[in-house]
């Protein structure tokens, strides 16, 4: 079966950076791209960007660039991602999740969260 | 950017009575491409609805999506009480993806 396991819960400093990896297992990996969601307490979700598991190819949400890294490990079918310079308004659970194999941001299969706290 | 919104905030129900959520799109959404999400707290969300009216894997049938070009809809046809969640919309066919702020279902 699919699954998508997410690495623990983080604290940082303003100014700080974190990664998070998702390792996937019960299926294809190349086949599929894979996304980044995040939702801070109380709001909706919000899309950050999206990797392409077998070219390594990246594309962030416009509010993100330059701020966060995707990246992929074939060998172990684990994707990271990165954020830079952390700020307050960055506290919020973080998910990865699995998009189709064109690109499209629907999502079937959901990590379970990490909760990233920025806090001084 | 393709702005969602969602109406109404929260929808209190009855077991067993018929919920109609709301969601409308800032543009024509290409080829219907609309989601509905389940979310319950300390969940990830749950793909219910694609293609703006297909259900997903293993989605009862009490749920039903419709709708096109900017306005769709969600419909739980019979609440039960396991359905207590926000709901909510996105669209996935124009990069940034964005989902709507949620409608919040409670039982009575």
């Known amino acids: 079966q699919v699954q998508l396991v997410q690495s623990g819960a983080e604290v940082k400093k303003p100014g700080a950076s974190v990664k998070v990896s998702c390792k996937t297992s019960?299926?294809?990996?190349?086949?599929?791209?894979m996304h980044w969601v995040r939702q801070a307490p109380g709001q909706g979700p919000e899309w950050l960007g999206i990797i392409n598991p077998r070219a390594g190819t990246t594309k962030s949400a416009q509010k993100f660039q330059g701020r966060v890294s995707l990246t992929r490990d074939t060998s172990t079918t684990t994707v990271y991602m990165e954020l830079y310079n952390l700020r307050s308004d960055d506290t919020a659970v973080y998910f990865c999740?699995?998009?189709?194999?064109?690109?499209?941001?629907?999502?079937?299969?959901w990590g379970q969260g990490t909760l990233v706290t920025v806090s001084s | 950017e393709i702005v969602l919104t969602q109406s109404p905030g929260t929808l209190s129900l009855s077991p067993g009575e018929r919920a109609t959520l709301s969601c409308w799109a800032s543009q024509i959404l290409s080829s219907n491409y609309l989601a509905w999400y389940q979310q319950k707290p300390g969940q990830a969300p749950r793909l219910l609805i694609q293609g703006a009216s297909r259900r997903a894997t293993g989605i009862p049938d009490r749920f039903s999506g419709s709708g096109s070009g900017t306005d769709f809809s969600l419909t739980i046809s019979r609440l039960e009480p396991e359905d207590v969640a926000v709901y909510y919309c996105q669209q996935y066919g124009n990069s940034p993806f964005t989902f709507g702020p949620g409608t919040k279902v409670d039982i009575k």
């Open positions: 999740a699995r998009g189709d194999s064109s690109g499209f941001g629907l999502f079937d299969y």
């Open positions: 019960g299926y294809t990996f190349s086949n599929y791209y």
